[in-house]
């Protein structure tokens, strides 16, 4: 048999090339709005290290740290439309797209972080995540935030009376709002990437954030005063969209949800490292720092609000939160 001429013999071996013999690999999005030395970028890396592991260099990813797509409400929607693969994002304007989540965002709802945890990793956070696909969106996974406190250049917040007529910028989350207003505070939203500019130029006088995020952020350059409120806990999730999971074989849909696990569980781990040196990094930095509120007027304030917020999400369903041991 005569051989193949060698011309023919190189356009097969381009042509099997093409047909995935050599891995095809598909580079998916990532968006979060602080920077990547942060409990974000660390869940980020986790979770496209894991991903890029367990799928032998299938999936990889592209990061876009530090708000370059926009604020978090912008980036949920880029991933709605399609325009991006990813986000790693706190829950504050999640419940804006899936308002069954806007229950967690309460005040004082969680007593710790133990506490909070529990609540998102059992059934009650689980059936949330449930709420996501009939919105185009789809939740891999609960990681988080942190518990917020409140910064601001114009005094030392210890109890409400102190952070009332203060401007503080807030997540455009209405749970949130009508909680800091029950304060006195009046409530600016704003997304994230407007939030370093607007406390510099003194648009607002304060805002109110995770450790974690004021120090990736560097506050410190701008706000004067951190007292340690504690006034919401502030979850976050790793949420894609049912277009970018119909790509994943079923073996790679496992891999995806078990990398979003491991990134929930190295960005806890750095809201707590962030929280343990934080503080006295931020007062190095030049803040005052409040260590101990009045957390019991804080609460007493939001007697009427939590009434409201009663009839929104029923009484029994924040019982039921609370209740969690
Ligand atoms: O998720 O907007 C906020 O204050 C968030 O805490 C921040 O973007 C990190």
Known sequence: MKAMPRKFLLASLLALAGTGLAQAQTVLKIGYAVPTNSHYGVGANVFCEELEKGTS??????????????GEREMIEAVQLG?????????GPVGNFVPEVKIVDIPFLFRDYDHARKVLDGPIGQDLLGKFPSKGLVALAWAENGFRHMTNNKRQIVKPGDASGLKMRTMENKVHMDGYKAFGIQPTPMAFPEVYGALQQGTVDGQENPIPVILASKFSQVQKHLSLTGHVYSPALLITSPRVMAKFSEADKKVAYEAAKKAAIAQRKRVNDDENTGIAQLEKDGMTVVRRVDGQAFRDALRDTYAAYAREFGADNIRRIQDVK
Do not use: E, M, W
């Open 57 to 70: 260099g299938r999936y990889k990813c592209q990061h876009f740290p530090a708000g370059a797509l926009g």
């Open 83 to 91: 325009t991006l693969d990813i986000v790693n994002t706190s829950t």
